[in-house]
T-cell receptor
Framework: DQQVKQNSPSLSVQEGRISILNCDYT??????FLWYKKYPAEGPTFLIS?????DKNEDGRFTVFLNKSAKHLSLHIVPSQPGDSAVYFC???????????FGDGTTLTVKP | DTAVSQTPKYLVTQMGNDKSIKCEQN?????MYWYKQDSKKFLKIMFS???????INETVPNRFSPKSPDKAHLNLHINSLELGDSAVYFC??????????????FGPGTRLTVL
């Protein structure tokens, strides 16, 4: 049972436009959601997170939206830059469980 | 300074051999993890240690044995390597109760190739 899903394996956008990456989850016990960014031959790095008590968190060009009723979150990148090209992983955690469950990743390509 | 380091970065070995991957974190975190990223790029947790104690052991063959000599180190030993063990292995660490909800810091990965 895959509890965190990223249904789009890839996304291509033009530089300067908005990138929207989506993530769905099934376990209503998750109380924190995180996005990680991964470049080739490197480990994932934390990008932004959101607590389940919020519906939006913004950090510069990156905004994460959480829709708990739909068990859906999305990452918006505005404006997109070529350096944003990477694999983006969505993850969900329960604060007392000591682990995160990761989605399959979405490869974002930002074209100059 | 590298926060989470892994050695070696690349490991090529024959089927049936035993190998180890080392991981060290200098962040003072109390929890460390091992993940496997297979050819389909899925990132699956294998083990988690908190203060040197095993707290998560996902469905992993018992040929894989993690060892945590102290809070800063979590090594992965693999016995009788099989072709299907070929993957990238990531070590990570986190601090319980972190403000950003189990934010993890990952090492650069070890690419294991079993021939």
């Amino acid at each position: 049972d895959q509890q965190v899903k990223q249904n789009s394996p890839s996304l291509s956008v033009q530089e300067g436009r908005i990138s929207i990456l989506n993530c769905d989850y099934t376990n209503s016990m998750f109380d924190y959601f995180l996005w990680y960014k991964k470049y080739p031959a490197e480990g994932p790095t934390f990008l932004i997170s959101i607590s389940s008590i919020k519906d939006k968190n913004e950090d510069g060009r990156f905004t994460v939206f959480l829709n708990k009723s739909a068990k859906h979150l999305s990452l918006h990148i505005v404006p997109s830059q070529p350096g944003d090209s990477a694999v983006y992983f969505c993850a969900a955690s329960r604060s007392n469980a000591g682990k995160s469950t990761f989605g399959d990743g979405t490869t974002l390509t930002v074209k100059p | 300074d590298t926060a989470v380091s892994q050695t070696p970065k690349y490991l090529v070995t024959q089927m049936g051999n035993d190998k180890s991957i080392k991981c060290e974190q200098n962040l003072g975190h109390d929890t460390m993890y091992w993940y496997k990223q297979d050819s389909k790029k899925f990132l699956k947790i294998m083990f988690s240690y908190n203060n040197k104690e095993l707290i998560i052991n996902e469905t992993v063959p018992n040929r894989f044995s993690p060892k945590s000599p102290d809070k800063a180190h979590l090594n992965l030993h693999i016995n009788s390597l099989e072709l299907g063990d070929s993957a990238v292995y990531f070590c990570a660490s986190s601090q319980a109760g972190g403000a950003r909800g189990n934010e993890q810091f990952f090492g650069p990965g070890t690419r294991l190739t079993v021939l």
